[in-house]
């Protein structure tokens, strides 16, 4: 098992080092085809992995203790199971087809510029493949704030950058704001491994797993909730910042300032979805503790509605997927969180390829209009990029659950298990799966259909390089096929793969109804999304009503939090923290201590005549107090 | 009283006097004579051991503080014309420079 | 009539050494030093030190005492040399420094020479010159040879410090001519 974990980590680590150390001095074509040689590898480690999981049990890999205190010890050790295998592969597979992609749209970096950005890019995926094969939360945790780092290094890549659009941020705040928001989630996080700690006396998951009934019937721990209630709980705070869920949400849309890539892969296909990750691995403690049905799932489902409404009045074609990403991510969430773990990682899969491939299309057109993002300047594309636009379709009707392709299988599976179990989940899931549709559409219909609404980049644009529209075709191939080839229909291959590791539960009959239901919405949603906005002028976009003025605003999230959290601590760091504490407490240390030494060395410079003469009686005076102690003694 | 007690107090009241002389004299020049004092007193002291133990390791010694006495005068006494050219005076006094 | 004999050249030695630092003239402090060196001298004669007392009058009194004046002479100081006595504090501080080390030194020397027993057997052995020889260059080549190397780096180093700029042993000089 040695080598394929070393066929899985050493490549990509190579290529940090390489490119980290001496990209500027290496041509442009071998950074990117070190980024993306390393990633293959990677890939291929990952592919030899999968039957050798699914041949037989594969146990814990213990590589080296990392630390050990008393009877403490966490190992650098990794965990091959269905579960991690199929994530090692999603996050390779999707990031080998992302690296290819990128060599085109980065090609108008300099060296730097180049190496940079693989570096950033391979040690994202290093960390990523850390945070999914590692057997402990401790090691979990390494490869979540690894990830968040490379999240902020690739949102602010362009840190030089002004801001792009309107309403839009500089991509080094952006890249701030996601870190910041993000360490809300990761200190949650940390509770939770610390109560893990305390309550299990380790870290490792099969040993917190099958000792996870002691923790469940113990004492309240606070608020009359058991020690496991917390625990879990504080985990999902973890998976609400990773994964942008209500109320932490904000960093995602603006990590649209990133390259689009970075966009893809990271704020798309992989990194957000490690919440979900998370919460399908500590499967058996949110079984346990319930907090499932009664936390997860409601943020999961009112995120997925909530952020639909804002990424049907966005104007920014990339802001559109973030908020559909986030939307989707709260379906994930659903069905984790309603115990249908399967399908919970089903829809990451389904959603890492449509989504995945929906933001390259974007890049793509991006890279054809030259950065302007605004759909409002855009129209008639399909004319121009005709494999772009035939590719964004399979992935819209893929996300829009169009029947057989991938987002199909995935997306009705969780709104069964909804169905089953919660009436009023389960309809908002629908309407959703609606709105899903019509915004795919809107975008659809505003930025590809129509005449085009900006002449000058009309004419400009063109269709993208081969090697950005490969990874767009293979990944469109993904996308339809996904479903029925790995058999994401009930009691399919790919469920039965994770039979072992996920111990789902089944609640009630199945039944088509609620497909029937969530189909009707979403044909109807497409239909709609095209018969609206189709041929719209740019004042005819413009002009809003009562009801999209509210998500066109963005639901005044921003500001609220701006009102009550950033601007209090502004305030209150200016006039406590820095009136006061630094001015008057640290400042007044330092100065006394200065004053101190001041005060001193002004006596003692006395002895500093510059006679020599002084200097020999002080040598001599010592002398005699030397030989007269050595006397007393 | 030994012959042996009568040197080495000999060479301990030298040593005291090479020491007064440096402390207190201002002619740079003679403060380096004092120091020859010092030494002199020191190789009085390796003689008499040397003689007491009845080893001649103690006169090697005083050999080694000659050349370095040799050294260290004409060291010393190119510092102080050096200095003198400067400043026109071979009062350790003025020489004060350490302080800045 | 030994002990006599070492009384009254350890009393020259250290009349020569106060006179050293009572003289006001440098040149009657360096000839003072003279006076200590032979006192010195005849001590370590009187010890069976020989050489050494042969090398003490050569080295000292011939080259060191005769290096001092030259200078003296050389920087032509006249009355100048001649600096006033040393403030009352300073002498009371160096002459207090002086009593309590010499006291302390003293009681120490007292203590060890009250205990010594006389002098050691093989003292016959050290008079001789050759033994000398064959101690020094066999068992202390090396510092030997090391002092011969501080005598060379002193060389350059006094060469480094009397030159001056633009009018020293370089060619600048010449030039000018």
Redesign the interface.
Known sequence: MLAPTALLFLPLLAGVLINGLLGAKLPKWFSAALGCGAMGASFLGALIVVPLVSGGAVGDQVLWTWMAAGSFSVDVALKYDALSCVMALIITGVSFLIHIYAAGYMSHEDERGLSRFYTYLNLFVFSMLVLVLGNNYALMFVGWEGVGLCSYLLIGFWYDRERKTGDSTYPSQAAKKAFIVNRIGDFGFLIAIFLMFTTFGTLQFDAIFSNAQIAEGGPALMWGKPVLWWITALLFVGAIGKSAQIPLYVWLPDAMQGPTPVSALIHAATMVTAGVYMVARSNVLYTLAGTGPSLVAPVGIITAAFAATMALTSFDFKGVLAYSTVSQLGYMFVGVGLGAYGAGVAHLMTHAFFKGLLFLTAGSVLHAMRDVGDIRRMGGLSRKMPITFVTFVVAALAIAGFPFLSGFFSKDAILLAAYQQSQWMFWLGAIAAGLTALYMFRLLAIAFLGQSRDQKLFDAAHESPWVMTLPLIVLAVLSATAGAVLGLHEDGLFYRFLADVLNAEHHGTTTMTPMFISVALGLAGMVVGILIYRGKSVDQLNRGNAISALPRAKWYVDEAYDAAIVRPIHEASRWVLWRFVDKWIIDGIVNASAGAVYAVGGVLRNV??????TY??LI??G??VL??VK?LL | MSDFAICLAVSAALFTLGVVGVLVKRNAIVVFMCIELMLNAANLAFVTFSRQHGTVDGQIFVFFVMAIAAAEVAIGLSIIVTVFRNRASINVDDVTMLRR | METLLYLVFGLVALVGGVLVIVNRNPVYSALSLVLTMFAVSALYILQQAYFVAAVQIVVYAGAIVVLFLFVIMLLNLGDQGNLPAASGTRRFVGALLGVTFAGIVGAVVWEYASTAGPAAAAAGDIDHTKSLARVLFQNYLLPFEVVSIVLLAALVGVLALIRTHGRGLDSSEADNV
Not at chain 1, 608 to 613: A, D, E, I, P, S
Request: proline residues 0%; hydrophobic residues 65%.
């Open positions: 500093q005549t510059g006679v020599v003469q020999a009686a001599l005076a002398a005699v030989l007269f006397g």
